[in-house]
């Protein structure tokens, strides 16, 4: 019987044929070191928010308490109140978190993810924003565990509960679900591979059959379900170069089931996490985790570990920077070592790269042990700022800074100072609008637009955030490309 369906197979496709990893921990990141606390007095002088506004935001008022709490951190580690995703509509929200740089300024990073992953209020159409946040910025365990406290019962829930499913493998428990409720989807090339996965061979192939002759499926997924139900076909297999927008969970799946994966270098995060797995090759595991480790989405000691965990054979490229991570890592293990040369080293192939803050924070233990450092040692201290702002006196560290960072201005830097020396005109809401508004200029910001970063730090601010105000500043000293 299979011998038989196998031929039939063959000449239904004959014509295109011709031609887990470990999640990443909520814990884990909220132990890193450059974390500020979230709260605090505000002042109430001057009006902030002047220009900080974003066209076509509905913004909501709900005549009672919405029933619903998702997260994976508690109120009381997160700092994030309970209401903060309950002041916009889904829509705007999706709109607005889309059209975000990445990455940006670490802290705000940090905040975004924070207020992801925490314990708060809203419908299912607000989880699924998250959920969908989460797996665009390629945290796609955090987005599988989100989405898990949630009941899976709609089209559109279970749309996206597959795509989380398959981007962690686990696709087990999502066929399950759909086999015994095929209500759940009408992706009928989901149902012919969930009935695969399921051991319903016969089935699978009997669906494949009709909806293929139906039309139901394009020429690549066509043949790419056949080769899934038949390996053989795989040898003969050739398919058209994917989309990388249009690229789906399923087909990146079937591809590599297949024996054609899709490199990921050119994919969307949410496709990264699958070179992090111990099948794929220790260059694809570093460059997956610098892509995610520059957007947060990966914890900085996760990070560090993938440079040391073996030695280079090569040179150039990912190597060298492998090599000036482990040369510093060593350094700074020896307290005898003068690691100048070897911050210089890093420094120059990690700071444009974004990931000097993030392989600071791994090795913020070790970088705040040398203690006050000299005006000569400009990385190091450097370094030690976005390891650990928070500890740092603001104005006598900024103005450090602005002496090694030029390409701040003069006239930038004494507004941005005279603003922390400024009382607050008005408090206002910490809540999703207010703090994607902030992220939103921050973005304009780091393009160039020194006026935005001003807006966005009086933002923060007003919603009671100095403290993450200062560490933005910091960073925006440090990171801040040439204007």
């Not at 999640?23 to 070191?33: C, G, K, M, N």
């Not at 020429?219 to 795989?234: C, I, N, Q, V």
């Not at 591809?255 to 270098?265: D, L, M, N």
Request: overall charge negative; some cysteine.
């Amino acid at each position: 019987m299979r011998h038989a369906l196998t031929i039939t197979l063959m000449l239904w496709t004959v014509p295109l044929l011709a031609q887990s990893n470990a999640p990443i921990s909520a814990i884990d990141w909220l132990s890193q070191p450059s974390l500020t606390t979230l709260s605090e007095k505000t002042l109430i002088v001057k009006d902030p928010t002047s220009g900080a506004v974003f066209d076509d935001i509905t913004v909501i008022e709900l005549d009672a308490p919405v029933a619903k709490s998702y997260g994976l951190i508690p109120v009381k580690i997160s700092g994030i109140p309970q209401d903060f995703w309950t002041d916009i509509d889904p829509n705007s929200l999706t709109q607005i978190i889309g059209s975000l740089s990445e990455p940006g300024l670490p802290a705000a990073e940090d905040l975004l993810l924070r207020a992801l992953l925490a314990e708060s209020l809203g419908d299912d159409a607000v989880l699924g924003v998250r959920v969908w946040t989460l797996l665009n910025r390629g945290a796609v365990h955090a987005a599988y565990s989100l989405l898990g406290q949630s009941e899976i019962n709609s089209l559109e829930s279970f749309a996206l509960f597959a795509e989380a499913a398959l981007l962690t493998d686990n696709v087990e428990h999502m066929c399950s679900q759909l086999n015994a409720a095929r209500h759940l989807s009408n992706n009928e090339a989901l149902q012919v591979y969930c009935h695969a996965r399921a051991g319903s061979w016969d089935t699978a192939v009997l669906n494949y059959f009709t909806l293929n002759t139906l039309g139901a499926f394009s020429p690549t997924t066509s043949a790419l379900l056949a080769a899934d139900l038949d390996p053989e076909l795989a040898d003969v297999l050739s398919l058209p170069l994917p989309d990388p927008i249009s690229l789906t969970a399923l087909e990146f799946k079937l591809r590599a089931s297949v024996g054609q994966p899709v490199s990921t270098q050119t994919l969307p995060l949410k496709f990264i996490p699958s070179d992090l797995s111990a099948s794929a090759g220790w260059k694809q595991q570093i460059e997956a985790a610098e892509r995610l480790g520059a957007v947060g989405s990966l914890p900085a000691a996760q990070l560090l570990e993938r440079y040391k965990s073996s030695q280079p054979s090569a040179s150039g490229g990912v190597w060298d920077r492998v090599l000036a991570v482990q040369n510093l890592d060593r350094a700074l293990t020896d307290p005898i070592i003068d690691p100048s040369d070897e911050l210089l080293a890093l420094w120059t192939l990690m700071r444009d790269r974004k990931l000097a803050a993030p392989l600071a924070r791994a090795w913020a233990n070790k970088l705040m042990k040398f203690g006050e450092v000299t005006e000569n040692d400009g990385i190091l201290f450097q370094m030690q700022v976005l390891a650990s702002a928070n500890t740092m006196g603001f104005s006598a560290t900024m103005a450090r800074l602005h002496s090694y960072n030029p390409q701040v201005s003069t006239n930038s830097y004494q507004t941005l100072m005279a603003q922390f020396d400024s009382d607050i005109f008005a408090s206002i809401p910490f809540r999703s609008a207010n703090m994607l508004r902030a992220m939103r200029l921050i973005s304009d910001a780091l393009d160039g637009n020194d006026a935005a970063f001003f807006e966005a730090i009086s933002l923060y601010r007003a919603m009671g955030l100095t403290p993450l105000a200062q560490q933005l500043s910091m960073e925006f000293m440090i990171l801040a490309t040439d204007r």
